[in-house]
């Protein structure tokens, strides 16, 4: 079952969605070649504290115990990556997942950001990833299906021109979901459209997804390392991931973990954003 929010309940996630913008603009300004993972866990880990919430990350998943407030994935790392002592240098390039609980509700949300100058093929890894997934949210209307989330992510994705040395590879497997008083709640979110799997529910007002694209440029399939957490391509290939959580309104959607609720990227793709529900 999709959990529906009321109004009310969408603005406790709006405030939770808050404290995880605060940490990852933190981490955004904290990367720099010669930091550690373990160092940009350490400061979103302050900002969610600060803020009198808790990490939604250092949890047990799935029978597992994650140990970090933030995933720091790196280069050929597409999610999952366990914060440590990797020390970030020139040219990687890292995504940062983070959440947090706030008044027991959930916010989730992830950047990849470059360490410096990087080769032309990553910066364009990134753009488009991070592009697809708001031709994704832009599908977060009254009215749409899961479907039409996945279909708008992929197309966008296929419609890019190819980087100067690979190909775009949309992960198989892994991708959004439902979030509201758990993390990860039905429905599971595709970045590509399965045969036979249906159009899915239809998106009604309260309806709150993680919206979440990895590409590679490469291959789509990965392998999980022996720390039973990361995750990586099986062809090396570098990979990036971003992600919001959106609410579907009335009004239009809302994107809870982007400080101006996704008013200017929305309105670069022809849709208006509904009001800040804290407004």
């Given amino acids: 079952m999709v959990e529906i929010k009321t109004p009310e309940q969408i603005a406790k996630m709006r405030a939770a969605g808050l404290v995880v913008a605060e940490a990852l603009k933190a981490c955004r300004e904290a990367v720099a070649p010669g930091i550690t993972t373990q160092e940009l866990n350490d400061i979103a880990d302050k900002v969610i504290t600060d803020h009198g919430a808790t990490s ?14 933030i ?28 959440g947090a609980i706030l008044d027991g509700w959930h916010g989730d949300a992830a950047i990849t950001v470059a360490v410096g100058e990087v080769a032309p093929e990553v910066e364009m890894l990134s753009r488009v ?9 832009a599908q977060m209307k009254k009215g749409n299906r899961l479907a039409d989330v996945s279909k708008a992510i992929e197309g966008f994705i296929r419609r890019q021109p190819l980087p100067p ?9 892994y991708g959004g979901h439902g979030i509201g008083t758990a993390m990860h709640m039905e429905p599971h979110v595709l970045n590509y459209v399965e045969r036979g799997r249906g159009k899915g529910p239809k998106l009604i007002p309260g309806t709150v997804l993680a919206i979440e694209p990895m590409v590679s440029l490469g291959t789509p399939h990965t392998t999980v390392l022996e720390d039973d957490w990361t995750v990586v391509t099986n062809d090396g ?11 579907v309104t009335e009004q239009g959607p ?3 973990t982007a400080f101006d609720g996704g008013k200017e990227m929305l309105a670069r793709l022809g849709v208006t954003a509904a009001p800040d529900p804290l407004a």
Avoid at 72 to 87: L, Q, T
Avoid at 237 to 247: D, M, N, Q, R
Wanted: proline residues 3%; glycine residues 14%; charged residues 20%.
């Fill in 56 to 69: 939604n990350f250092r949890a047990h998943h799935g029978g597992l115990w994650f140990p970090g407030v």
């Fill in 165 to 173: 040395k690979g190909k775009w590879g949309i992960t198989e497997g």
């Fill in 254 to 256: 809302v994107v809870l």
């Fill in 71 to 98: 995933c720091a994935s790196v280069n050929n790392e597409v999610v999952h990556g366990i914060p440590g002592d990797r020390v970030l240098r020139e040219g990687d390039l890292i995504s940062i997942d983070c």
């Fill in 129 to 137: 990833t991070e592009g697809s997934m708001w031709a994704g949210i």
């Fill in 237 to 247: 290939t570098w990979a990036s991931h971003w992600e919001h959580s959106v609410a």
